[in-house]
């Protein structure tokens, strides 16, 4: 629970952690003094606004989960003979406002989500990874594809935050084909492996080599067809297949014949990178766009990647 007072245009919050037994009440009343006092140290917020007008609203969603036991009881049936391991989380999730004012807002729904990995043998150990198939050579991306993990060309040190010094070049993928992992000192101490990473496993400053493609003859090389700059709202519709659905965003415009005739309104789209980076993968421009994290949560982020523009043969949009 986050309780915010406010005075004027001061406020301050705490987060608690409530258990719904009878100290709930006295843990309440005795954060308020103490968010009292931040209120005479903290600055003005001038940009802060409430809603003076309450809006009431309540949607409590329908039970349709089958009990925890039945869907564990599922999942090891699935898993028979398998060395599975996982987490599932289900059942029920509420959220709710009040003020002062007395508005009062309740949303309860339920929702489950099962996270899990299979162990085969040696080192061997399977997670949901989209890059799976991949890794185990089941699939492989266009011989166009060249992926590496650039640290001494990055922004970031190359020392880790466990004392490890980073490798100045990991190639995670050559020529469309897996070549290495990044991998944590926990990882590698789990499997017997040399950590090139930080704890988190991903690429801070990513690379994908450059095409042959002028970028001055994309437009012209498409033809007619969509010309994409920017997509947002990023996210797996299927991680098996390494499926990605989105929407595009600024500066996307129809091409007919080379040239730019209109721009386009918000489309969403839903396609494996198997596929884009794939067979549909046509060509890779020449020249590259160096894209800055800008987040800035705690301090700067030092994460980049050095990316080119990719002519490919479709794309999936579903609206």
């Known amino acids: 629970m986050t309780l915010r007072l406010i005075r004027g245009k001061r406020q301050a919050s705490q987060q608690l952690s ?32 409430l809603n003076d007008a309450p809006n009431h609203s309540e949607r409590i969603g329908e039970a349709s989960l089958p009990p925890a036991e039945t869907m564990a009881a599922d999942i090891l049936a699935a898993a028979e003979g398998l060395d599975l391991v996982g987490i599932l989380a289900s059942g029920e999730m509420s959220f709710g406002f009040a003020n002062h004012l007395g508005q009062f ?55 880790q935050s466990d ?90 415009f129809w091409v007919e014949d080379g040239k730019i005739v209109a721009p386009l309104g918000v489309m969403r789209f839903d396609d494996s990178l198997f596929d884009l980076l794939g067979e549909q993968l046509e060509a890779l421009t020449a020249e590259r766009s160096l894209l800055v994290d800008p987040h800035s949560y705690g301090g700067r982020f030092s994460f980049s990647k050095l990316m080119p523009g990719a002519l490919v043969k479709s794309l999936r949009f579903s609206l």
């Open 105 to 159: 807002n309740w949303q309860q729904g339920e929702s489950w989500n099962f996270d899990w990995s299979l162990y085969s043998h040696g080192d061997k150990a399977v997670k949901r990874s989209p890059l799976l198939k991949l890794a185990e050579g089941e699939r492989k991306l266009s011989p166009l594809v060249s992926l590496s993990e650039e640290g001494g060309a990055g922004f970031g040190p190359l020392f």
């Open 18 to 49: 409530l258990s719904g037994g009878e100290d709930d009440l006295g843990l309440l009343e005795s954060v308020l003094p103490v968010l009292r006092q931040a209120l005479d140290q903290v600055e003005e917020d001038p940009f802060l606004l």
């Open 163 to 252: 004392g490890f010094i980073r490798p100045e070049r990991v190639e995670l993928i050559a020529a469309g084909e897996h070549r290495h992992s990044l991998i944590s000192p926990r990882s590698a101490r789990e499997f017997g492996l040399t950590p090139n990473a930080d704890g988190r496993e991903f690429a801070e400053s990513m690379h994908l080599a450059a095409g042959s493609l002028p970028s001055a003859d994309a437009l012209a090389a498409l033809g007619t067809g969509v010309y994409l700059s920017n997509l947002w709202y990023l996210n797996f519709s299927d991680r098996s297949a390494c499926r990605v659905t989105g929407m595009t965003r600024f500066a996307c």
